[in-house]
């Protein structure tokens, strides 16, 4: 609640020096604190629309926190202050133009253990187009439920039991769930902090899928621990080490070619 | 004074006892007290309760049957004349020769053979006290050496002490059972014999209360009538009151402690409120018959509305006032309880502040919310001194908060102070009262635990 912001009001490029893809997010030199604790040391990074970014790294190296910088999660967090720019679309988030509800509602969150609420399936993913005032009939909140189920590929194992509480389901379930609520307020960037952590391999294998479907209409940033995973639905990665970020490239380059020798010692697992 | 140094004695001998058996342990393995079963201080322990135990048993039996016996064998020795007689001058003669053993001055000239009995009494009794040293010296040394000398690396101390501290945990735990037991049978009893005088259906169904009854066969005075309606509608008239502002006013300072105060001055504000909850009750008896009721009389009246000085609504307002904290600290728990990871769902999903604790966290935290209000209807049923103090003694059957009404609670208390004669309706209906507002509670209780019981199973 005591986010101190001191950013001058800028404005990010839409496109990189070098031309590509449309950038749907701009950090530039993001520097976060933890009351006198530095956790991000200026970072830099361009995330590319309709594209998987992971965010890799040994834990505590500020991944997450960075993640969380992107939709300004840690507003709610005491003490912490964010320094530097953050843009979506060009538009400085802390800047006055959007507030931290509005940006929220366009970048979702999918968090590393499913929280589903406990109310049931249903009014699970009809909560977010309740709250924006996005459905207006009862016709049309049960359209958003059922494409926001389908495309979470949820919507066959649960259409018969909607009223049912979703802290019911299973742990894989659950987190489909998290993913179809997050989709259901249509955001245009969606950041899944360790989703699969909390869920068996056939569940993984499960989500990862539907990421790479996602990536279709939506941009994703995933903070993983686990590489394969990385290589398998991103196309872009970032190596995160204590509080910086050290290379930002594809996918493939970094698991193949890395440049710095740490990101090398570390996907080849001699430290983390 | 023989009974101090036997319990010296005692301490003294289990101290003993245990450093004893500490170093008996250690001393036979040598010092190398891994090898034995047990830890050396358990060997202490095993000890030190060979020592206290029996004795301190032989005390309890002592104590409670030393009296007794010692005055049988000296209403044995009295003369026929004396002791031939019905259970009331018997009792009577116990009480004559205890009072002459105790010194009493009964202001008369005591016969010369109880005279006699009171002295032997003394004598028996100072002996007994003696032989009781003695005798619970010599168990509690014996214990000590017994235990002592069946310490070897093998003894099974640890498990031996374990059992005895069990069975020590399994009495006290009796204890509180047995006296609620106790406390609910007596006032079983009680009930039972007003309801043998007032047919349970006119006291439960009755609605004129006037408990006033002639006490003597010649004296003039009412019959009495004992219906109980007007009590329990004054009850609830008053507890919705209390309610009314307790909930509303709790829960809303539960949610800005929990959700908006900065934790800085949650720490202040949260002991203040507790504060609320330490006042006596009779504190706020004063305040409410004193300042707010002739408040509400003097709005009243200014509002051209006929209040009467004792009335419902003052004292309800200041029971609700009282309640409060007991509410806001058990939601402000509960709505803590609610795991973070859905406040941040409901953020993450651009939900305001205000929409995340409204469908959200409160519903997340209802059951709990429920029970606490559950718990703080019970406070109010039971609460007996404001009402006494502001709402007035007047058993109407209303519905206007403007007006006297009494509770259950302050009949009892008006039923039972003064002078009273147990064979009396008018005494025994206080017990009637008792019964049904303890099973009105007991089953508001069971029902709020229950409700927390299925908030439990839901988070963990």
Redesign the interface.
Known sequence: MSVQTQFPTASAPLRSATGGPLLKMVARDVKVFYGAKQALKGIDLEIQENRVMALIGPSGCGKSTFLRCLNRMNDTIENCRVEGLIALDGEDVYGHAIDAVQLRARVGMVFQKPNPFPKSIYDNIAYGPRIHGIATHRDELDEIVQTSLERAGLWNEVKDRLREPGTGLSGGQQQRLCIARAIAVSPEVILMDEPCSALDPIATAHIEELIDELRENYTIVIVTHNMQQAARVSQKTAFFHLGEMVECDDTEEIFTNPRDERTQGYITGRYG | MQITVLLLVLVLLTVIGFQLGRSRAAASVGGRTVELHSVPSYHGFYVALWAGLPALLLFALWSASEGWMVMQMVLAGLPDRLTQVDAQALSLLRADILNLAHGVNTGREPDPAVAAAAEQYVRLRSLGDWSLLVIGSCLAMGGLLYARGRITPDLRARNRVERTVNVALVICSLVAILTTIGIVLSLLFEAMRFFAVVSPIDFLFGTHWSPQMAMRADQVGSSGSFGAIPLFAGTLLITAIAMAVAVPVGLMSAIFMSEYA??HLRTWLKPILEVLAGIPTVVYGFFAALTMAPFVRGLGQGLGLDVSSESALAAGIVMGVMIIPFVSSLSDDVINAV?Q????????????KS?TIR??VL??ALPGIVAAVMLAVSRAIGETMIVTMAAGLTANLTANPLEAVTTVTTQIATLLVGDQEFDSPKTLSAFGLGLVLFLVTLTLNMVALRVVQKYRE?YD
Request: no cysteine.
């Open positions: 900065n934790p795991p990871s859905l406040r941040d769902g409901s953020y993450g999903l651009g939900a305001t929409e469908l959200v519903p997340a839901k």
